[in-house]
């Protein structure tokens, strides 16, 4: 059974860091790429950055220069490193592992002063 467990959300000023982690676990990590996805309230969920099973990050434009996406294959957990946070970051974030249909519970990033 396939399972992804997000942690590492809060509330942050504007302008602060957060990483926000998620482990797989019943699928094959190494062999998976990953990638962040986030939701506001009322909006539709929009990928964030993707990082392929070599490694390789991919972000989204809003993103590009503040966030870091990253991997540890030895401990099937994916990062998502937030620096710069703006109020228009506030959303759930979500894990994915890419090419299925499951997705983690998401975790809360609120960015306000």
């Known amino acids: 059974q396939v399972q992804l467990v997000e942690a590492g959300g809060g509330l942050v000023q504007p302008g602060g860091s957060l990483r926000v982690s998620c482990v797989l676990s019943g699928r094959p990590f190494s062999i998976t790429a990953m990638a962040w996805y986030r939701q506001a309230p009322g909006k539709q969920r929009d990928l964030v950055a993707t990082?392929?099973?070599?490694?390789?990050?991919i972000y989204a434009e809003p993103v590009k220069g503040r966030f870091t996406i990253s991997r540890d294959n030895a401990k099937n957990t994916v990062y998502l490193q937030m620096n710069s946070l703006k109020p228009e970051d506030t959303a759930v974030y979500y894990c994915h592992p890419v090419g299925t249909n499951y997705w983690g519970q998401g975790t809360q990033v609120t960015v306000s002063s």
């Open positions: 990082v392929t099973t070599d490694g390789t990050p």
